[in-house]
């Protein structure tokens, strides 16, 4: 009898038990269920280019854990897939493929370079996936494509920025030296298409390999058209190499550098050589030259420091491309429920987005959402920057 007695205690207790855990809130439950968010990311992490995808790939972490320490997206943690394209476009294509059809990512960052994001391009236009590359060419976002953005500053207003400081200079004859991919390309089409305007001339336009390492006929022929500066076109190593042979062969006129090697590492492999260059580059490398009154000082001033307690090395503005692409993914998953379609829509109606590379600013018609305030023009000094006013 007491057996029976305490048999039937037990059931109630555990009927009590069974019922009390239906009768919690749903929302409690699910908040622990909730899938993650995968995001893709795709940077040149090793080859002649880590220097822009390794920050690239640290700042996406970064971002990531922010996100995450602050509870995620409506409850879903965000979890980074990343791959190394090495800076190749076809080990690029097949990364993105591999993100897209088997780790089944919501969006993807990257890649780092123009032609590799060039050649991904047309995977995510196919599976209709939210991407932001982190690399500068004019062709990535023109014409626009509806899922296709970028964080990167723009190779036109790049070349406005060094037209503009040239035009103050009383400048008028220049010669350029332009990488041959395209990344040279796109930004060679604006040093052409915008000299005029600004009243220069292209006296003479010479072209350098990706992997040249000595390009003195090239700077030798433009020398004989006798310009007053000298524009070179490209991403590291090569306009290290030219900054050298510029000052083997004795050359004093001013050389003027792209966006494309505003970073520590520009200044590593050119040496004394880096002396005296002038080049457009995002605010971060002169964060602390800003006046308090700038609203990027303090995004700046916190992601630095963030980055240098995490992986204790210096920042770069290009990791700053995959910092800026994350949080922007944040505010576009707000409410989407994962769906890409709404991604898309958030990303291309952000408004007032104060990023590292810029304040962001994006339309159905404007996929870099930068403007000409996302620059400033620095001078190498003592192998440091100093601001240009």
């Given at each position: 009898?007491?057996r029976?007695?305490?048999?039937?205690?037990?059931?109630?207790?555990?009927?009590?038990?069974?019922?009390?855990?239906?009768?919690?809130?749903s929302?409690?439950?699910s908040?622990?269920?909730?899938?993650?968010?995968?995001?893709?990311?795709?940077?040149?992490i090793?080859g002649?280019?880590?220097?822009?995808?390794?920050?690239?790939?640290?700042?996406?972490?970064?971002?990531?854990?922010?996100?995450?320490?602050?509870?995620?997206?409506?409850?879903?943690?965000?979890?980074?897939v990343?791959?190394?394209?090495?800076?190749?476009?076809?080990?690029?294509?097949?990364?993105?493929s591999?993100?897209?059809?088997?780790d089944?990512?919501?969006?993807?960052?990257?890649?780092?370079?123009t032609?590799?994001?060039?050649?991904?391009?047309?995977m995510?236009?196919?599976?209709?996936?939210?991407?932001?590359s982190c690399?500068?060419?004019?062709?990535?976002?023109?014409?626009?494509?509806?899922?296709?953005?970028?964080?990167?500053?723009?190779?036109i207003?790049?070349?406005?920025?060094?037209?503009?400081h040239?035009?103050?200079?009383?400048?008028?004859?220049?010669?350029?030296?332009t990488?041959?991919?395209a990344?040279?390309?796109?930004?060679?089409?604006?040093?052409?298409?915008?000299?005029a305007?600004?009243?220069?001339?292209?006296?003479?336009?010479?072209?350098?390999?990706?992997?040249?390492?000595?390009?003195?006929?090239?700077?030798?022929?433009?020398?004989?058209d006798?310009?007053?500066?000298?524009v070179?076109?490209?991403?590291?190593?090569?306009?290290?190499?030219?900054?050298?042979?510029?000052?083997?062969?004795?050359i004093?006129i001013?050389?003027?550098?792209?966006?494309?090697?505003a970073?520590?590492?520009?200044?590593?492999?050119a040496?004394t050589?880096?002396?005296?260059?002038?080049?457009p580059?995002?605010k971060?490398?002169v964060?602390?030259?800003?006046?308090?009154?700038?609203?990027?000082?303090?995004?700046?001033?916190?992601?630095?420091?963030?980055?240098?307690a995490?992986?204790?090395?210096?920042?770069?503005?290009?990791g700053?491309?995959?910092?800026?692409?994350?949080?922007?993914?944040?505010?576009a998953?707000n409410?989407?429920?994962?769906?890409?379609?709404?991604?898309?829509?958030g990303?291309?109606?952000?408004?007032?987005?104060?990023?590292?590379?810029?304040?962001?600013?994006f339309?159905?018609?404007?996929h870099?959402?930068?403007?000409?305030?996302?620059?400033?023009?620095?001078?190498?000094?003592?192998?440091?920057w100093?601001?240009?006013?």
């Open positions: 009898m007491m029976t007695k305490k048999i039937r205690l037990l059931f109630t207790a555990l009927t009590l038990l069974i019922a009390a855990t239906f009768l919690i809130p929302s409690v439950l908040e622990t269920e909730k899938p993650s968010y995968k995001i893709g990311g795709l940077f040149s090793t002649p280019t880590s220097f822009l995808g390794d920050p690239e790939k640290k700042s996406m972490e970064l971002a990531v854990e922010q996100i995450n320490k602050a509870g995620g997206i409506n409850g879903h943690m965000l979890e980074a990343i791959y190394d394209d090495e800076g190749d476009p076809s080990k690029a294509v097949n990364a993105a591999k993100l897209i059809e088997s089944k990512v919501i969006a993807i960052v990257g890649p780092s370079l032609p590799t994001t060039l050649a991904v391009m047309p995510v236009q196919k599976a209709q996936i939210p991407f932001i690399a500068a060419g004019n062709k990535i976002v023109q014409p626009v494509d509806p899922w296709v953005f970028k964080t990167a500053q723009s190779d207003l790049a070349v406005a920025a060094i037209y503009a040239l035009k103050s200079q009383n400048f008028k004859k220049i010669g350029l030296l990488v041959a991919n990344f040279g390309e796109s930004g060679k089409e604006q040093l052409v298409n915008q000299a305007p600004f009243g220069l001339t292209v006296v003479k336009a010479e072209t350098f390999g990706d992997k040249d390492t000595d390009m003195t006929a090239q700077i030798t022929k433009i020398r004989q006798n310009p007053d500066a000298i070179c076109w490209g991403t590291n190593p090569g306009p290290a190499v030219v900054a050298k042979n510029i000052q083997q062969l004795g004093t001013p050389l003027y550098q792209s966006h494309g090697v970073s520590p590492k520009f200044i590593e492999l040496g050589a880096a002396e005296g260059i002038i080049l580059t995002g971060i490398l964060t602390s030259l800003l006046p308090d009154t700038d609203p990027q000082k303090k995004v700046l001033m916190d992601y630095t420091a963030a980055y240098d995490m992986f204790k090395t210096p920042v770069s503005g290009f700053g491309y995959s910092y800026d692409a994350i949080q922007i993914l944040a505010k998953l409410g989407s429920d994962g769906d890409k379609e709404k991604i898309r829509q990303i291309e109606n952000l408004k007032g987005h104060v990023g590292i590379s810029g304040i962001f600013n339309s159905p018609t404007e870099n959402g930068l403007g000409s305030d996302a620059f400033v023009m620095v001078k190498i000094k003592n192998g440091k100093e601001l240009i006013e």
